[in-house]
């Protein structure tokens, strides 16, 4: 404001002063002239103060502009300072004798000190060790004072490193340049200084992945082609070589597709390519190339797009291997699988054909020994016949076992858990075994411990099967002594319980040399034995596949002379609903008869068992009519009709059971229908089900057995 006013009062006297002196001097001379002194003294007063106003105000105004001058200076000295010591690189200013007479904060940190320890010192104070980056003395003249010095010019990236106090070296990069004075001399020398230790660690480290790159790319076994985006190849190596018949020197700029690839793939691999160059790689990629001579082989690739370090495509990384062999050695295994299970497929169909051949000879000698047995017969024909039907029995139990390890073999077998009743089922295997056990002479023990649960959730079939197979061995090679069965809980897992079982015997045991094995198929470890007690060799091996299917182990120890002791272990789930036991109403035959009246159609081609199954269902009150084939069944159901329950033989000639079931349902008829067949594979239960029948009993027919799936369909009449 002040300044303003000045300036003003100035601009003004200035333009008022030539007119009042003009006419203020033109006045006092005619007053001089008239004698007054006075007034001319004025008049030189007033001329001395406006000049000396005037010199006032330029001088105010010279001082305010210095004034600013030395603000802007100083700002721009303070800028500096700032950006001296916010720099993200270390500043160092030396004078003429290499002393540090300033440095950043940067500056220091990279030389391990504090501002105060730093200045002061010399450029190449023997404290910091100055090395190369090799660990060598670094030449005093090549330091980068040095050099600004000898040459008067700026030195540009002088490298090397320093120790720090604590041990730690350190990679220092180093500009320097020089500031003179007047008088043309150095005066400073100014350098900024940047810790290169990371950055060198990791040019160190890319150059050893380089080298390893194109270590790896030289000697591996796989062929590797880097193309660039063009399909140029860049990149060639030994294997590529080996393969195609090319030196890397002959292939290397040209085009791989020209090269190598047969023209009818282009198009194709066009788009693959473009797909690969957008981002995604092809892994597992399958493609026909043709190699020197025209010759074309199979090759599996992967490919991967590579990128430079703006981000921008470098290329397609292609790692290949010929697969040509391994191809045609996949389609001659494809061939041998097709036709392994061709014969798989043979065999199980002849399993099935024999199982339903021997079976139904078999249910007809014990059929028909049941019922001769029920005729007036002295006690020798009873003995021959009670012989002929366990010879039939055993033959039976043969069968079953062979048909068991192949189910087993083809991984066909399955478990079928229900609710049961451990106790009850362990006493009707053992119901079974105990005739055996009289026979002999032998003790025959069974304990549950008080910590098993009476109801499990499991197959009880196959669980009674493996202690039929133990036991029954143990009955058979003990000749006195006993036969211990004992069941214990021995721990639990997230579904239920284990339980461990256990049988020992006194029989004559089995020697180490023989252990091994015991639970291989067809084996029997006692050709003394095998003749005395046949069998197909087949219970133990069935036994620990079971076991394992159930998640359990089984071992055993054994002494000569001293018996064996078996151990398995199975989980079985928690009864998830209650455990009823099913009792069989016994009923005599005069009650049965006029209580049941049920009218039952057997369809049956075999006449041995026709007369058997027709006998005993008679005996048991019911009224039976029979047919050969399923074009009797239709007949018979159209004019003799109705009946309460079908007994379908399966396989029958000129219509089989399955066809005839189908025209019966098809026709909208919903009688039971209870399939009776000799096939007993692993799959044929669920096909007769499926087919449109209601239940299923295998041959030879247990008539009791058969009486309760009978009455199971009979609600109404029980």
Avoid at 58 to 85: C, P, T
Avoid at 200 to 207: C, Y
Avoid at 526 to 535: L, Q, T, V
């Amino acid at each position: 404001m002040l300044r303003s006013l000045l300036l003003a009062l100035s601009m003004l006297l200035l333009s008022c002063t030539p007119s009042l002196a003009e006419g203020w001097l033109s006045n006092a001379l005619r007053d001089l002239g008239s004698g007054n002194l006075d007034r001319i003294l004025i008049l030189g007063a007033g001329i001395v103060i406006s000049v000396l106003l005037l010199f006032i105000v330029f001088l105010y105004l010279n001082i305010v502009k210095r004034r600013m001058v030395e603000l802007e200076l100083q700002r721009e000295r303070d800028l500096m300072g700032s950006i001296m010591e916010t720099s993200p690189m270390g500043v160092i200013v030396m004078d003429q004798e290499g002393v540090i007479v300033f440095a950043n904060d940067q500056a220091a940190r990279v030389h391990g000190l504090s501002r105060e320890n730093m200045i002061r010192r010399k450029y190449n104070d023997p404290g910091w060790k100055i090395t190369a980056h090799d660990g060598s003395v670094f030449p005093e003249e090549r330091l980068a004072f040095s050099r600004v010095m000898k040459i008067r010019n700026a030195v540009l990236d002088i490298r090397h490193a320093i120790h720090w106090d604590d041990g730690r070296r350190v990679l220092l990069s180093i500009n320097a340049s020089p500031l003179f004075g007047a008088d043309g001399d150095i005066q400073k020398v100014v350098s900024t200084v940047e810790d290169i230790t990371t950055r060198k660690k990791v040019e160190e480290a890319l150059k050893e992945s380089a080298y390893r790159f194109r270590s790896l790319v030289k000697t591996a076994e796989s062929v590797i082609i880097l193309l660039s985006p063009d399909r140029k190849i860049l990149e060639f190596n030994r294997m590529a070589e080996d393969l195609f018949g090319r030196t890397r020197h002959e292939v290397l700029g040209r085009d791989f597709f020209e090269l190598f690839l047969p023209e009818r793939l282009w198009g194709e691999t066009s788009r693959q390519y473009a797909t690969v160059l957008s981002g995604t790689p092809l892994r597992l990629f399958e493609s026909n190339v043709r190699i020197r001579g025209g010759k074309e082989l199979t090759m599996q690739w992967s490919l991967s797009r590579l990128l430079d370090t703006t981000g921008d495509s470098l290329g397609v990384l292609a790692v290949g291997q010929d697969i040509t062999e391994r191809k045609r050695f996949e389609a001659e295994l494809c061939e041998a699988r097709d036709a392994a299970e061709e014969a798989n497929r043979a065999k199980s169909e002849f399993l099935a054909n024999m199982s339903h051949e021997i079976r139904t000879p078999i249910s007809a000698i014990i059929g028909m020994s049941e019922m001769t047995l029920s005729t007036g017969l002295d006690e020798e024909q009873q003995g021959y016949l009670v012989t002929v039907k366990k010879a039939a029995e055993s033959l039976l139990s043969i069968i079953n076992d062979i048909l068991d390890i192949s189910k087993i073999e083809a991984r066909k077998m399955e478990l079928r858990p229900e609710d049961f009743d451990l106790p009850d089922m362990l006493e009707k295997q053992m119901s079974v075994l105990r005739v055996q056990a009289e026979e002999k002479g032998i003790e025959l023990r069974t304990s549950v411990s008080n910590t098993v649960d009476r109801c499990y959730l499991g197959d009880s079939l196959r669980l009674g099967q493996i202690i039929m197979n133990l036991a029954g061995n143990s009955v058979k090679f003990t000749d006195k002594g006993y036969v211990d069965i004992s069941v214990k809980r021995v721990g639990e897992w997230e579904e239920g319980e284990i339980l461990e079982f256990t049988v020992k015997d006194t029989g004559i045991g089995i020697s180490e040399d023989k252990a091994e094995k015991l639970f291989e198929s067809f084996v029997q470890l006692n050709a003394g034995y095998s003749k005395r007690h046949p069998g197909s060799g087949l219970g133990l091996a069935i036994s620990r596949q079971l076991v394992e299917m159930m998640g359990g182990s089984i071992s055993f120890s054994s002494k000569v002379g001293w018996g064996c002791e078996f151990t398995f272990t199975v989980k079985l789930q928690s009864s998830s609903g209650p455990c009823l036991k099913e009792v069989i109403e016994v009923v005599d035959e005069e009650e049965f008869g006029s209580s049941i009246p049920a009218h039952i159609l057997l369809a049956e081609d075999n006449a041995t068992n026709q007369i058997y199954i027709s006998h005993f269902l008679s005996e048991r009150g019911f009224e039976i009519e029979t047919a050969e084939n399923g074009i009797e069944v239709l007949d018979l159901l159209e004019k003799r009709g109705p009946f309460d329950v079908i007994l379908m033989d399966v396989q029958m000639p000129e219509m089989d059971g399955l066809q005839a079931t189908k025209m019966i349902r098809d026709a909208g008829n919903d009688i039971p229908i209870i399939a009776l067949t000799a096939y007993a594979m692993e799959g044929d239960r669920e096909k007769f089900l499926e087919s449109g029948m209601d239940a299923y009993a295998s041959k030879p027919v247990n008539i009791d057995e058969l009486v309760q799936i009978i009455n199971k369909f009979l609600p109404a009449k029980k």
